[in-house]
């Protein structure tokens, strides 16, 4: 009866030990998961940040390119309206003129 009851303690921590060492495994699995997961989450910001530091610097740059060309598009109106003004402001005087004292 000892024997069993040896056998039966002998097992039962032989049983507690393989609980241990794949609690143990257990944790280190997981604290790898954790530190992967860390790991690609950097990666992933990383990966945000110079795409969003990409699409502001093309952004930017159309921004640009537009106000030039806006500003260009005015500055040639402007051109042309002054010197259709410089052309035409006495005829426009006195058609503005005659009409006024008709």
């Not at 009851?5 to 030990?17: G, N, P, Q, S, V």
């Not at 257990?26 to 910001?45: F, R, S, V, Y």
């Not at 598009?73 to 005659?98: M, P, V």
Request: hydrophobic share 35%; net charge negative.
């Amino acid at each position: 009866m000892e024997k069993i009851l040896e056998r039966i303690i002998e097992t039962d921590r032989a049983a507690r030990e393989k609980v241990s060492v794949q609690k143990q495994r257990l944790e280190m699995i997981n604290d790898e998961i954790a530190a992967e997961k860390a790991h690609i989450d950097e990666k992933l910001q990383q990966s945000a940040n110079e795409a969003i530091e990409k699409t502001k610097e093309e952004t930017d740059a159309k921004v640009k390119s537009e106000i030039s060309r806006i500003d260009a598009y005015f500055n040639e109106t402007e051109e042309a309206l002054n010197k259709s003004y410089g052309e035409n402001r006495d005829k426009w005087i006195e058609e503005i003129f005659s009409e006024v004292i008709k």
